[in-house]
Protein backbone atom coordinates (compact mmCIF):
# COMPACT_ATOMS: atom_id res chain seq x y z
CA UNK A 1 0.00 0.00 0.00
CA UNK A 2 1.04 3.58 -0.78
CA UNK A 3 -0.85 6.42 0.99
CA UNK A 4 -0.50 9.41 -1.37
CA UNK A 5 0.12 12.68 0.99
CA UNK A 6 -0.29 16.48 -0.73
CA UNK A 7 2.62 18.46 0.16
CA UNK A 8 2.63 21.77 2.62
CA UNK A 9 3.38 25.40 1.69
CA UNK A 10 4.66 25.52 5.26
CA UNK A 11 8.20 23.42 5.37
CA UNK A 12 10.57 23.35 8.18
CA UNK A 13 14.01 25.06 7.72
CA UNK A 14 17.43 23.75 7.71
CA UNK A 15 18.49 20.27 7.81
CA UNK A 16 21.26 17.66 8.14
CA UNK A 17 21.68 16.37 4.58
CA UNK A 18 24.10 17.61 2.33
CA UNK A 19 22.65 19.41 -0.64
CA UNK A 20 19.84 18.42 -3.58
CA UNK A 21 20.75 15.89 -5.58
CA UNK A 22 18.41 14.14 -7.96
CA UNK A 23 19.76 10.98 -8.34
CA UNK A 24 19.71 10.36 -4.55
CA UNK A 25 15.38 11.10 -5.24
CA UNK A 26 12.99 7.85 -5.92
CA UNK A 27 11.54 7.82 -8.86
CA UNK A 28 14.45 8.28 -10.99
CA UNK A 29 12.16 8.73 -14.49
CA UNK A 30 11.12 11.84 -12.90
CA UNK A 31 14.74 13.23 -12.92
CA UNK A 32 14.36 15.49 -16.16
CA UNK A 33 11.46 16.96 -15.14
CA UNK A 34 12.73 17.90 -11.80
CA UNK A 35 16.09 19.38 -12.91
CA UNK A 36 14.31 22.03 -15.52
CA UNK A 37 11.89 23.03 -12.66
CA UNK A 38 14.63 23.18 -10.04
CA UNK A 39 16.87 25.60 -12.00
CA UNK A 40 13.55 28.28 -13.31
CA UNK A 41 13.28 28.29 -9.77
CA UNK A 42 16.56 29.50 -9.31
CA UNK A 43 16.88 31.39 -12.22
CA UNK A 44 13.25 33.16 -10.94
CA UNK A 45 14.74 34.01 -7.78
CA UNK A 46 17.08 36.85 -8.67
CA UNK A 47 13.80 38.82 -9.53
CA UNK A 48 12.46 38.90 -6.82
CA UNK A 49 9.08 40.98 -7.61
CA UNK A 50 8.79 38.34 -10.49
CA UNK A 51 8.95 35.39 -7.71
CA UNK A 52 6.38 37.63 -5.97
CA UNK A 53 4.04 37.16 -8.94
CA UNK A 54 4.34 33.63 -10.15
CA UNK A 55 4.53 31.85 -6.45
CA UNK A 56 1.50 34.23 -5.13
CA UNK A 57 3.67 35.88 -2.53
CA UNK A 58 3.36 39.20 -0.14
CA UNK A 59 6.57 41.13 0.28
CA UNK A 60 6.35 39.62 3.86
CA UNK A 61 7.29 36.00 2.21
CA UNK A 62 9.99 37.06 0.71
CA UNK A 63 12.10 34.84 2.65
CA UNK A 64 10.56 32.27 0.47
CA UNK A 65 12.39 33.51 -3.08
CA UNK A 66 15.48 33.30 -0.62
CA UNK A 67 14.53 29.18 -0.33
CA UNK A 68 14.35 28.70 -4.23
CA UNK A 69 17.32 30.77 -4.77
CA UNK A 70 19.29 28.59 -2.46
CA UNK A 71 17.59 25.64 -3.80
CA UNK A 72 20.89 23.72 -5.05
CA UNK A 73 23.08 24.54 -2.11
CA UNK A 74 20.70 24.59 0.90
CA UNK A 75 20.86 21.37 3.44
CA UNK A 76 18.47 18.76 2.96
CA UNK A 77 15.69 17.11 5.04
CA UNK A 78 13.60 13.85 4.74
CA UNK A 79 10.98 14.94 2.85
CA UNK A 80 8.32 13.55 5.84
CA UNK A 81 9.95 15.68 8.09
CA UNK A 82 10.42 18.27 5.54
CA UNK A 83 6.74 19.40 5.20
CA UNK A 84 4.66 20.54 7.95
CA UNK A 85 0.96 22.01 9.27
CA UNK A 86 -2.22 20.54 9.86
CA UNK A 87 -2.19 17.75 7.97
CA UNK A 88 1.84 16.55 9.26
CA UNK A 89 0.79 17.31 12.54
CA UNK A 90 -2.20 14.92 12.45
CA UNK A 91 0.05 12.44 10.65
CA UNK A 92 2.58 12.85 13.81
CA UNK A 93 5.27 10.50 12.28
CA UNK A 94 8.04 11.30 14.66
CA UNK A 95 6.12 9.38 17.19
CA UNK A 96 5.44 6.24 15.69
CA UNK A 97 7.99 3.48 17.05
CA UNK A 98 9.94 0.09 15.77
CA UNK A 99 8.06 -1.82 12.64
CA UNK A 100 5.13 1.09 12.37
CA UNK A 101 7.65 3.60 11.98
CA UNK A 102 9.55 1.02 9.09
CA UNK A 103 6.22 0.71 7.88
CA UNK A 104 5.60 4.51 7.66
CA UNK A 105 8.70 4.98 5.76
CA UNK A 106 7.66 2.58 3.19
CA UNK A 107 4.57 3.34 3.00
CA UNK A 108 4.32 7.22 2.79
CA UNK A 109 4.86 9.92 0.39
CA UNK A 110 4.00 13.11 -1.13
CA UNK A 111 2.97 14.69 -4.40
CA UNK A 112 5.47 17.86 -5.01
CA UNK A 113 4.97 20.33 -7.32
CA UNK A 114 8.62 20.72 -7.62
CA UNK A 115 10.01 16.99 -7.13
CA UNK A 116 6.62 15.18 -8.56
CA UNK A 117 6.40 12.16 -5.91
CA UNK A 118 9.08 11.47 -3.57
CA UNK A 119 9.27 8.59 -0.87
CA UNK A 120 9.26 8.80 3.13
CA UNK A 121 13.02 9.45 3.07
CA UNK A 122 13.90 11.06 -0.04
CA UNK A 123 16.31 13.93 0.89
CA UNK A 124 14.80 17.38 -0.16
CA UNK A 125 15.83 21.17 0.75
CA UNK A 126 12.94 23.93 1.73
CA UNK A 127 11.28 25.51 -0.96
CA UNK A 128 8.35 27.26 -2.58
CA UNK A 129 5.88 26.29 -5.39
CA UNK A 130 2.81 25.22 -5.55
CA UNK A 131 0.67 23.22 -8.12
CA UNK A 132 -1.09 26.40 -9.20
CA UNK A 133 2.01 28.31 -9.33
CA UNK A 134 2.42 30.13 -12.96
CA UNK A 135 6.26 29.94 -13.71
CA UNK A 136 7.85 32.27 -17.03
CA UNK A 137 8.65 29.47 -18.92
CA UNK A 138 4.78 28.90 -19.77
CA UNK A 139 2.59 25.71 -19.40
CA UNK A 140 0.58 25.03 -16.20
CA UNK A 141 2.45 22.44 -13.87
CA UNK A 142 -0.40 19.97 -14.50
CA UNK A 143 0.32 20.29 -18.75
CA UNK A 144 4.08 19.89 -17.47
CA UNK A 145 4.04 17.30 -15.09
CA UNK A 146 1.08 14.66 -16.61
CA UNK A 147 3.20 13.35 -19.62
CA UNK A 148 5.90 12.13 -16.72
CA UNK A 149 4.17 11.79 -13.58
CA UNK A 150 1.40 9.41 -15.20
CA UNK A 151 3.02 6.93 -16.33
CA UNK A 152 5.22 6.23 -12.79
CA UNK A 153 1.82 6.55 -11.00
CA UNK A 154 0.58 4.00 -13.10
CA UNK A 155 3.23 1.68 -12.58
CA UNK A 156 3.19 1.92 -8.62
CA UNK A 157 -0.94 1.37 -8.91
CA UNK A 158 -0.20 -1.67 -10.81
CA UNK A 159 1.90 -3.12 -8.12
CA UNK A 160 0.25 -1.94 -4.77
CA UNK A 161 -2.37 0.12 -3.66
CA UNK A 162 -2.70 3.44 -3.82
CA UNK A 163 -4.65 5.23 -1.20
CA UNK A 164 -4.63 9.22 -2.67
CA UNK A 165 -5.32 12.27 -0.01
CA UNK A 166 -3.95 14.51 -2.23
CA UNK A 167 -6.28 18.16 -2.92
CA UNK A 168 -7.46 17.99 -6.49
CA UNK A 169 -4.84 20.70 -7.71
CA UNK A 170 -1.99 18.16 -6.63
CA UNK A 171 -3.92 15.63 -8.02
CA UNK A 172 -3.94 16.88 -11.29
CA UNK A 173 -0.47 16.91 -11.41
CA UNK A 174 -0.77 13.13 -11.76
CA UNK A 175 -3.50 10.27 -12.28
CA UNK A 176 -3.58 7.34 -10.33
CA UNK A 177 -5.70 4.50 -12.12
CA UNK A 178 -7.70 2.56 -9.75
CA UNK A 179 -6.61 4.78 -6.36
CA UNK A 180 -8.49 4.84 -3.58
CA UNK A 181 -9.97 8.34 -3.46
CA UNK A 182 -11.05 10.43 0.11
CA UNK A 183 -13.36 12.83 0.83
CA UNK A 184 -13.83 13.87 4.48
CA UNK A 185 -17.95 15.36 5.56
CA UNK A 186 -19.36 16.90 8.30
CA UNK A 187 -22.21 15.63 9.09
CA UNK A 188 -24.79 17.88 10.79
CA UNK A 189 -27.72 17.08 13.82
CA UNK A 190 -29.99 17.02 10.87
CA UNK A 191 -28.04 14.39 9.06
CA UNK A 192 -27.29 16.82 5.97
CA UNK A 193 -23.22 16.84 5.08
CA UNK A 194 -21.19 19.29 3.60
CA UNK A 195 -17.69 18.51 2.04
CA UNK A 196 -15.29 19.50 5.12
CA UNK A 197 -12.90 22.29 4.68
CA UNK A 198 -10.75 23.83 7.13
CA UNK A 199 -10.32 20.80 9.12
CA UNK A 200 -9.99 18.39 6.09
CA UNK A 201 -6.37 18.10 6.35
CA UNK A 202 -6.13 17.09 10.16
CA UNK A 203 -8.88 14.19 9.37
CA UNK A 204 -6.52 12.84 6.60
CA UNK A 205 -3.33 13.03 8.33
CA UNK A 206 -5.44 11.25 10.71
CA UNK A 207 -6.06 8.42 8.46
CA UNK A 208 -3.17 8.45 7.25
CA UNK A 209 -1.30 7.53 10.57
CA UNK A 210 -3.51 5.05 11.03
CA UNK A 211 -3.12 3.17 7.58
CA UNK A 212 0.65 3.91 7.72
CA UNK A 213 1.58 2.03 10.79
CA UNK A 214 -1.23 -0.72 10.47
CA UNK A 215 -0.15 -4.54 10.26
CA UNK A 216 -2.83 -5.18 7.77
CA UNK A 217 -2.04 -4.99 3.93
CA UNK A 218 -5.16 -4.03 2.15
CA UNK A 219 -5.99 -4.36 -1.59
CA UNK A 220 -8.60 -2.34 -2.02
CA UNK A 221 -10.83 0.06 -0.35
CA UNK A 222 -13.01 -2.21 1.17
CA UNK A 223 -10.06 -3.25 3.63
CA UNK A 224 -9.43 0.73 4.06
CA UNK A 225 -12.27 1.09 5.16
CA UNK A 226 -12.14 -1.66 7.62
CA UNK A 227 -8.94 -1.03 9.49
CA UNK A 228 -10.54 2.87 9.31
CA UNK A 229 -13.01 2.11 11.14
CA UNK A 230 -11.09 -0.66 13.92
CA UNK A 231 -9.30 2.78 14.43
CA UNK A 232 -12.52 4.67 15.42
CA UNK A 233 -13.16 6.42 12.81
CA UNK A 234 -16.40 6.62 11.14
CA UNK A 235 -15.82 5.71 6.98
CA UNK A 236 -18.76 5.03 4.70
CA UNK A 237 -17.83 3.75 0.87
CA UNK A 238 -20.20 5.88 -1.75
CA UNK A 239 -18.50 3.92 -4.64
CA UNK A 240 -16.27 0.99 -4.89
CA UNK A 241 -13.03 2.88 -5.46
CA UNK A 242 -14.08 5.51 -2.96
CA UNK A 243 -14.07 6.52 0.88
CA UNK A 244 -16.19 8.99 2.70
CA UNK A 245 -14.88 10.27 6.14
CA UNK A 246 -17.93 11.35 8.47
CA UNK A 247 -17.18 13.53 10.89
CA UNK A 248 -19.60 15.84 12.98
CA UNK A 249 -20.30 19.14 11.66
Same mark, same amino acid.
Request: aromatic fraction near 4%; charge should be positive.
Given at each position: ?17 ? /? ?7 ? /? ?45 ? %??? !? ?50 ? $?????? %? ?9 ? /? ?37 ? &??? !? ?6 ? $? ?13 ? &?????? !? ?24 ? $???? /??
Amino acid at each position: MLVLLPPSETKRDGGDGA /PLRLDALSF /PELGGTRKVLADELVELAADVPASRAALGLSPRQDDEVARNAALWSA %PTL !PALHRYTGVLYDALDVTTLRGAAAARARARLAVGSALFGLVRADDPIPAYRL $SAGSAL %PAGGTLAARWR /PVLDPVLAAVAAHELVVDLRSGSYAALGRVPGAVDVTVL &AER !PDGTRSVV $SHFNKAHKGALARVL &AGTRAE !PTDAAGVATIARRAGMRVERPTASSL $SVIV /PA
